[in-house]
Structure formats: structure tokens, C-alpha cells
């Protein structure tokens, strides 16, 4: 069966700070994954998604970067952290287009920025 | 530009009570509508979908009509368990060229008490 890992579950950084999350999927070839974040009263926002290794899509400009080193290893980074990265980050994956349907998430990341 | 908007939460019920969480929604087009619940601890998964207007979604004891007319998708479960305590995601699909994506609402939390 197919799974979905997330770390760390739980990070504090100062800002200015370096970020690095890292999400796996275990179980399938080849999958779409994406980067969502949702920030304290508000709904989930799409950040990135990838369709294959290499392959980045930035919904929104930011502080943020995406990298997708391996096919089922999809990383979220950023140089310096501000506060207002603070959020709940959390990977997903699906076989194919986001909006065809199910999305699979993994536990999520909360990030506490100082 | 395509929007989804809950009811504002918490919603505390008693167990076996009716529940209802109302979810609308503005969309170009025919867009495919979801709902997503994240129980504590964990990441959100799909409890259920409509492709088209008129259909019904249901899964483990809820749920949701698409209705075109209201543009709407309001969640329903007829004895809710305090099992059922979690956060709810209205989502709908939108098309971007060769991959999809989906708008989320803000989440509403649903406490049960027995």
C-alpha cells in the first residue's frame, strides 16, 4: 500500500534561519506531489507541486523554494525564514491531475517561526 | 477568481445529533467538489466527492449534494459519534492547463460530546 512520511512533525526556527522539510511516498511510481500550507485561519494554499523529478511548479511567490531530487522525495526549503512562514505545512501526492481527484496527504509540519 | 467558503467553526454537538456544515462555493465552469476531514494528529484524507451537479457523495454515514442552483455542497450526517470529532475541508477542483488543482475552504472544527 501506499504511504506518506513528513519531518520534522514539529520545528521552531529563528528568523533568518535556513528550512529544510522532507516529504517521501512509498508504494507508487511516478506520483504528482504538492506543498500546501495553512496558515492560522485560513484555508490550505497551494505552494508548489511537481509532476516528475526536476520538475517544479510555484503557485505563489515567496520566501519558499521546492526541490524533487528523486521521484518519490519532494523537498520544501528556504534560505532565511520570516514570521510570516510560520504554518501548518503539509506534502501530498495523487496519480494524476490535482483537480481529477483524490489527493493523499501526509501528517503535516508545523512550523513556529521566532 | 474560484472561491470556497464555510461556515466559521467550532460547531460543538451532543452524540447522536444532526449535523450539518454548510459549504458554498464560486467557479468558472463545472467544477468537481470535495470534502476533506483531518482527525487530530493526523493529515487530511477524502470523505467524499461529487463529479457533477445533482450527485451525491456519501461516505460512513455523511453526506453532500452538489447543487448547482445554490452552488453549494453543505456536509450531513444524520447521528453524528463523538468519533467523528475532527476538522472538515470543503474543497473544489480547478483546472489549470495540464495539472489541477484544488481550493480549499478555511476548515471547520466539529467537536462531538458524548
Known amino acids: 500500500s501506499q504511504t506518506i512520511h513528513q519531518w520534522p512533525a514539529t520545528l521552531v526556527q529563528p528568523v533568518g534561519s535556513p528550512l529544510s522539510l522532507e516529504c517521501t511516498v512509498e508504494g507508487t511510481s511516478n506520483p504528482n506531489l504538492y506543498w500546501y500550507r495553512q496558515a492560522a485561519g485560513r484555508g490550505l494554499q497551494l505552494l508548489f507541486y511537481s509532476v516528475g523529478i526536476g520538475q517544479i511548479s510555484s503557485e505563489v511567490p515567496q520566501n519558499l523554494s521546492a526541490s524533487r531530487p528523486q521521484d518519490r522525495q519532494f523537498i520544501l526549503s528556504s534560505k532565511k525564514l520570516l514570521l510570516s512562514d510560520s504554518g501548518f505545512y503539509l506534502c501530498?501526492?495523487?496519480?494524476?491531475?490535482?483537480?481529477?481527484?483524490?489527493?493523499?496527504f501526509g501528517e503535516g509540519s508545523r512550523l513556529t517561526v521566532l | 477568481g474560484n472561491s470556497v467558503t464555510q461556515m466559521e467553526g467550532p460547531v460543538t454537538l451532543s452524540e447522536e445529533a444532526f449535523l450539518t456544515i454548510n459549504c458554498t462555493y464560486t467557479a468558472t465552469g463545472y467544477p468537481s467538489l470535495f470534502w476533506y476531514v483531518q482527525y487530530p494528529g493526523e493529515g487530511l484524507q477524502l470523505l467524499l466527492k461529487?463529479?457533477?451537479?445533482?450527485d451525491k457523495g456519501s461516505n460512513k454515514g455523511f453526506e453532500a449534494t452538489y447543487r448547482k442552483e445554490t452552488t453549494s455542497f453543505h456536509l450531513e450526517k444524520g447521528s453524528v459519534q463523538v468519533s467523528d470529532s475532527a476538522v472538515y475541508f470543503c474543497a473544489l477542483s480547478e483546472s489549470r492547463g495540464s495539472q489541477g488543482n484544488l481550493i480549499f475552504g478555511k476548515g471547520t472544527k466539529l467537536s462531538v460530546k458524548p
Open positions: 461529487a463529479t457533477k451537479a445533482d
Open positions: 501530498a501526492w495523487s496519480t494524476g491531475p490535482a483537480d481529477t481527484g483524490e489527493l493523499f
